[in-house]
């Protein structure tokens, strides 16, 4: 067996790839699904996962106008966490993290989850007292969180500015044990091999252009594949999803914005955990290959470019300068944005819409990647069910119209000062 398997690489690594298998299909769309998904990315393959395996559906469309995993699942800072101070979002990212810890088992498809911890550090004391209300909120609901002292934040991450002079010094940190990374690409992939297994076509270069309503219920999507009829219809697609949601004339409570992100050249490993500067809007965790992955606040304006500035840039190399300032001579080697679909309370909506068989995972703001899992799941359960689960119930669109937001301020990278 090992010998197999020994020339079976040595193989592959001469034919450039040429006799892989493919890891699912490419097939041509079907004139009717019982569900379409609109988007391919780690939510709707996620959701087409979880409709098969939850609930029996296995007669879905993924519909991806580029290549799996192309928009927000390949353009984010890969950050797992669940360290949310309402109750609301508590629940349902914790349950989104317990997914987590199973999913590579679950998928059978390494996702390469890191629970190497996210620390956010202290650097005054009304900051102190709100990330300690944080943390006693997350044990309330049985999730991990532990507040380190400025000298157990010295030996854990040591790299930081400690010194005298430091411009912001650290008095402690929160930290959440369990949190981390994962492989953006590898969710993406495992996801679509595990729902093309249960039945499930996913179908790349498949734009919707229209989406077709009969008698106040959504009935098909107009793509550039044709058209395709559908017994219901969800949509996730990130950033765009005002725009697809605008394709059936609805009007949602999101704007689009940029949020950056780049890459260092790589280093040697010194940095073990996903770390956030409490006292700036930074962040920052240090891949396999030894790059430094970092990020900072949004861009202050409407667009859906997916490219970076140098003002950005400037930003986030201040910030991390600041706070590690061994790091100044690195070169920073890659730098794109990806497009984030804000809400107005910083809650995402998942959930049915006025249109019958019309459904929405969206308004995810700074990090749909982190509920990947958790938000497939309760999305397969709404489309399945045509109602929400009890984690997501609060995610509705009515909220906005009744006044009842979710107004959790740190949904963002981790702005403890927000």
């Known amino acids: 067996m090992q010998r197999y398997s ?20 490419s097939p041509d769309p079907k004139p009717r699904y019982d569900v379409v998904i609109i988007g391919g990315g780690g939510h709707g393959l996620a959701a087409a996962y979880y409709l098969a395996k939850e609930h029996g559906i296995t007669n879905v469309a993924v519909l991806e106008k580029g290549w799996l995993g192309g928009g927000n699942t390949g353009r984010n800072t890969t950050n797992v966490r669940s360290n949310y101070i309402l109750e609301k979002n508590q629940r349902f990212y914790e349950f989104s993290l317990k997914l987590w810890e199973g999913l590579s088992q679950d998928l059978n498809f390494n996702v390469m989850l890191s629970q190497r911890g996210v620390l956010i550090t202290a650097h005054f004391d009304p900051q102190t007292q709100a990330l300690l209300r944080r943390g006693n909120g997350m044990r309330v609901i049985g999730s991990d969180a532990v507040f380190l002292t400025r000298e157990e934040v010295r030996r854990k991450v040591p790299v930081l500015d400690f010194s005298p002079t430091a411009r912001f010094p650290i008095t402690g940190a929160f930290l959440q044990p369990r949190a981390g990374v994962a492989r953006h690409d590898a ?13 499930a076509d996913i179908i790349q270069n498949c734009e919707v252009t229209g989406i077709r309503i009969e008698r106040g219920r959504a009935v098909g999507v107009e793509t550039t594949r044709g058209y395709i009829a559908a017994g219901k219809i969800g949509i996730a697609v990130a950033g765009h999803t005002s725009h697809v949601a605008g394709l059936a004339g609805l009007r949602l409570p999101i704007e689009s914005h940029l949020l950056q992100a780049m890459v260092t050249e790589p280093i040697k490993p010194f940095l073990h955990v996903s770390l956030s500067f409490g006292a700036g809007h930074f962040y920052t965790s240090q891949t396999d290959k030894g790059e430094l992955v970092m990020g900072g606040d949004l861009d202050g304006y409407n667009s859906y470019a997916q490219r970076g500035n140098l003002p950005m840039i400037e930003h986030v190399a201040a910030a991390a300068v600041t706070v590690m300032p061994s790091i100044s001579r690195l070169r920073i080697m890659r730098h794109w944005a990806g497009i984030m679909d804000m809400t107005m309370d910083g809650t995402p909506i998942i959930a049915k819409t006025p249109i019958d068989g019309l459904y929405i995972d969206g308004g995810w703001c700074y990090g749909g990647f982190k509920a990947t899992p958790g938000s497939g799941w309760v999305f397969a359960y709404t489309i399945a069910q045509d109602r929400p689960h009890a984690l997501n119930e609060p995610f509705g669109l009515e909220r906005f119209a009744r006044g009842y937001t979710i107004d959790e301020r740190g949904v963002g990278p981790y702005p403890a000062l927000h």
């Open 187 to 199: 969710v993406a992939w495992g996801f679509a091999r595990a729902a093309d297994a249960r039945g």
């Open 6 to 25: 020994i020339f079976s690489l040595l193989r592959n690594a001469v034919s450039h790839h040429e006799h892989w298998p493919e890891a699912w299909r």
